[in-house]
C-alpha cells in the first residue's frame, strides 16, 4: 500500500488567499483525521471523519477552516481566508476501525507545510 | 483539552547509552501509543500499549502501559544516530464501538544522538 497521501508538500502563499490541502487515506481506512503541528502547540485534531461523515469539528479553529470528505478515498482541508497564523505542518491521518478491540493506529502522511506571508 | 505531560523535551546522549522518556496524565486512557518523527516526514507508530501493565519490545524499543493507566514510558537501548528524532507518546481514551476514537499526543522528546 502507498500509505497515506498528502498534497502539496510544501505550499506558499499570501494572506488572504484560499488554500487547499488534499488527502487520499489508504485504501480501506474508514476513519480519517486532519492535525496541524506547530512548535508552540505540537499535534493537534483538528477534525475527524468515519466514513467519509465528519464526526467532531471542535478542534477546527475558526470559521476559516473547512474540511470535506467526499467520497472514501479523497479529503480535503480548506483554509479561506488564510492568515498568517495558520503557518504550521499539516497532517492527514488514517485508521481501521476493528470490531471488537480497542485498537486505533493511525498512519500518517508526510504533512503539508503552509507559510502564509 | 486534554494534556500530556511528556518528559523529557530533549536529549542530548552519546551514541550505545540508553533512553528513557515517559509520559503522564491526570486522567486514565485505554491506549497508549509511541510514535517517532523523523525531519520533513509524519510520525511513525513505533509500539502500541492495549493493556495496563502491558511490557512490549519492538527491537532495540521497549515500552510500558502503567498500571494505573494514567501513564507510559518508552525506553531505548543501545542508541544508535539513526534513532535521532522527535518521540511522541499518544493515548486514547475509548475503546472500540463507544464514543471518540481521538488521539490526544504529547508535545514529543527531541533526541540527538552524538557518535
Known amino acids: 500500500d502507498a500509505g497515506v497521501i498528502q498534497s502539496p508538500r510544501h505550499e506558499v502563499t499570501e494572506m488572504g488567499q484560499e488554500v487547499t490541502l488534499r488527502c487520499k487515506p489508504i485504501s480501506g481506512h474508514d476513519y480519517l483525521f486532519w492535525y496541524r503541528q506547530t512548535m508552540m502547540r505540537g499535534l493537534e485534531l483538528l477534525i475527524y471523519?468515519?466514513?467519509?461523515?465528519?464526526?467532531?469539528d471542535s478542534g477546527m479553529p475558526e470559521d476559516r477552516f473547512s474540511a470535506k470528505m467526499p467520497n472514501a478515498s479523497f479529503s480535503t482541508l480548506k483554509i479561506q481566508p488564510s492568515e498568517p497564523r495558520d503557518s504550521a505542518v499539516y497532517f492527514c491521518?488514517?485508521?481501521?476501525?476493528?470490531?471488537?478491540?480497542?485498537?486505533?493506529?493511525?498512519?500518517f502522511g508526510a504533512g503539508t507545510r503552509l507559510s502564509v506571508l | 483539552g486534554q494534556q500530556l505531560n511528556q518528559s523529557p523535551q530533549s536529549m542530548f546522549i552519546q551514541e550505545g547509552e540508553d533512553v528513557s522518556m515517559n509520559c503522564t496524565s491526570s486522567?486514565?486512557?485505554?491506549?497508549w501509543l509511541w510514535y517517532k518523527q523523523d525531519p520533513g516526514e509524519g510520525p511513525v507508530l513505533l509500539i502500541a500499549l492495549y493493556k495496563a501493565g502491558e511490557l512490549t519490545s519492538n527491537g532495540r524499543l521497549t515500552a510500558q502501559f502503567g498500571i494505573t493507566r494514567k501513564d507510559s514510558f518508552l525506553n531505548i537501548s543501545a542508541s544508535i544516530p539513526s534513532d535521532v528524532g522527535i518521540y511522541f507518546c499518544?493515548?486514547?481514551?475509548?475503546?472500540?464501538?463507544?464514543?471518540?476514537?481521538?488521539?490526544?499526543f504529547g508535545k514529543g522528546t527531541k533526541l540527538s544522538v552524538i557518535p
Open positions: 499518544a493515548g486514547q481514551k475509548s475503546y472500540s464501538g463507544a464514543g471518540s476514537y481521538q488521539l490526544t
Open positions: 491521518a488514517s485508521s481501521l476501525r476493528l470490531v471488537f478491540q480497542a485498537k486505533n493506529i493511525q498512519y
Open positions: 471523519f468515519n466514513n467519509n461523515v465528519p464526526i467532531d
Open positions: 486522567s486514565i486512557f485505554n491506549t
